[in-house]
């Protein structure tokens, strides 16, 4: 595989992106006890590259504001608008508003699609690496590259805790190798424990190009495999969470 | 500002007064402090780590460890901001004002453009990190400054979001230009103030 491999996405034309404007919340989908995904129709909806992220803010009647960002889920051939996948936090702010109060027909206030360091432009083969939540943006990788180029090498290790915690469930193919830290389902023949070398190698991505996402962690763990692996640092892209609570 | 309201939002986090006029707008206070690096950590042992300042200056200086830690140190508590939302009130670090090592150097441009070890850039005018404004630090809260959050050495330019303070800095170049740096180029603002939301192209 090159190391120069042209993209061969669409080009997309990245306009100035980033008025505050008001979504429409058009779907809810629960995606486990604590995860739902919001999808929200935008009224200057403006295509995103997969890995981007949106501003949420929240406004009180005395005019009170909590912002806090989120990536996107969705492809951005889903035109029109965006899909949000949101970890409730418990001592949040943002996140318990929209798995408690938020239902399909009300309004959220929103700003994006924002900052191009931690997307996928169609380079290849690609390895993503998430850990909980961290799945959220490399999801909008896998769905993109299956509307796009489905036999692009794109293969996803992804670490969850329990059986409960695996978010997009019904979506994972054989591009996914699933391992459980604290407890498989039963019957579970896959891996368990945290990612390892072997898993790394067992998703056979070599000389590609690495994004791993998830708790600090998670991602200082995840990204030192991959350069034991032999993937070059400038092409491991991480995105950190901080507490986006 | 436009008069929207979230339809039955109730905040859910009281920042006691006397701090909540310190945070800038749209930001949370934050006890710990979150680590967000773009790419794998960097790993400096500190007889290898020196700080440069080079390009359009009067003499060119490179400081190793042991004679960055020769110059005058001071300790600098400031409140710093995350274009991640988050802030933390009354940090702590040790460190060498910029004024000190620019006073050697002899600046003869407005701009600077510092680069880290793991190949992050930012960029800054020069009158935004003279006056007791930036510092290089070695040390938070008494102690050596951890790797995760730019030990050895980092800077920390508090007034502005704190992705242009450069972990695992290495030197600066003065120029006659500004020249986005790395988050610069990638969707965050230019200049970066927080009290005036500069967090995107754009703001």
Request: charged share 25%; net charge negative.
């Amino acid at each position: 595989m090159g190391r120069l491999t042209e993209s061969p996405l669409p080009p997309v034309e990245q306009r100035v992106p980033g008025r505050w404007e008001i979504g429409t919340v058009s779907r809810i989908r629960v995606e486990t006890p604590r995860v739902k995904s919001f999808r929200i129709e935008l009224p200057m909806w403006m295509p995103h590259l997969p890995g981007q992220h949106y501003d949420v803010r929240l406004t009180d009647p005395d005019g009170y504001h909590a912002e806090r960002s989120y990536s996107i889920a969705s492809s951005p051939l889903d035109e029109g608008g965006i899909e949000l996948t949101i970890d409730k936090l418990a001592d949040g702010e943002v996140s318990p508003y929209f798995h408690d109060v938020v239902v399909e027909g009300d309004q959220v206030e929103v700003r994006g699609p924002f900052t191009s360091y931690f997307v996928w432009r169609g380079e290849k083969p690609v390895l993503l690496v998430g850990g909980g939540s961290g799945v959220v943006p490399l999801m909008c990788m896998l769905r993109h590259r299956r509307r796009t180029m489905p036999d692009l090498p794109m293969r996803l290790v992804y670490s969850v805790r329990h059986p409960d915690d695996v978010i997009y469930a019904d979506e994972l193919g054989d591009e996914t190798l699933l391992t459980f830290t604290r407890e498989p389902p039963d019957g579970w023949t896959g891996h368990t424990g945290h990612i390892d070398e072997e898993l790394i190698a067992e998703a056979g991505i070599e000389d590609g190009i690495g994004f791993v996402c998830g708790s600090n962690g998670f991602v200082e763990t995840g990204s030192e495999l991959l350069m034991d692996a032999g993937f070059d640092p400038q092409r491991i892209r991480t995105e950190r969470f901080g507490p986006t609570s | 500002m436009n008069g929207f309201v979230s339809r039955g939002f109730k905040r859910r986090r009281q920042t006691p007064e006397e701090l909540a006029d310190r945070l800038p707008p749209g930001q949370y206070l934050e006890p710990g402090w979150p680590v967000l690096t773009a790419g794998p950590t960097p790993d400096v042992p500190t007889d290898e780590w020196s700080f440069r300042i080079d390009g359009m200056v009067g003499v060119t200086k490179e400081w190793s460890w042991d004679e960055f830690h020769q110059l005058p140190f001071e300790t600098i508590t400031k409140d710093i901001h995350c274009v991640t939302k988050w802030s933390k009130l009354d940090a702590t670090f040790g460190g060498v004002s910029l004024d000190v090592l620019l006073d050697q150097v002899e600046p003869l441009d407005a701009y600077a453009t510092f680069y880290s070890y793991g190949g992050y850039t930012t960029n800054l005018p020069i009158e935004e990190i003279s006056d007791g404004k930036a510092w290089v630090v070695t040390e938070y809260d008494g102690e050596a400054l951890p790797r995760e959050h730019g030990g050895p050495a980092r800077m920390l330019v508090p007034h502005l979001y704190f992705w242009k303070s450069a972990k695992w800095v290495r030197g600066m170049t003065v120029m006659d230009h500004d020249e986005p740096g790395f988050w610069e180029m990638n969707g965050y603002n230019n200049h970066g103030d927080p009290w005036k939301e500069e967090r995107y192209w754009g703001d």
